[in-house]
Nanobody, 113 residues
């Protein structure tokens, strides 16, 4: 299973916005559920958001109302629009699939003034 991240992370000021995108491909891959996890320094990896092929979505409580996950299903691509970013959102963000559980390489998002 391969991932390509067309829009990566970066440095943004508090209150700013970033959009991550990730396309999954591979022999026999079918979009069941995909999402984003993140891992901050010294902390465990945690779920940020996921979306199913039926369009059902789930978010970590700390990002509800600020982050939005969407998909372009036919292209097995997901997007994470992150608004009103906070310093505590600083982490490496990993695109992932469920069933199978596979993670991409990760992209750094830093929120700092």
């Amino acid at each position: 299973l391969r991932f390509s991240c067309r829009s990566g992370g970066g440095l943004v000021q508090p209150g700013g916005s970033l959009t991550l995108s990730c396309a999954a491909s591979g022999s026999g891959f079918r979009f069941h559920m995909m999402g984003w996890d993140r891992q901050a320094p010294g902390k465990q990896r945690e779920m940020v958001a996921f979306i199913t092929n039926m369009g059902d979505k789930n978010y970590q409580d700390s990002v509800k109302g600020r982050f939005r996950i969407s998909t372009d299903g036919p292209k097995n691509t997901i997007y994470l629009q992150m608004n009103s970013l906070k310093p505590e959102d600083t982490a490496v963000y990993f695109c992932r699939t469920y069933m199978p559980n596979v993670w991409g390489k990760g992209t750094q998002v830093t929120v700092s003034s």
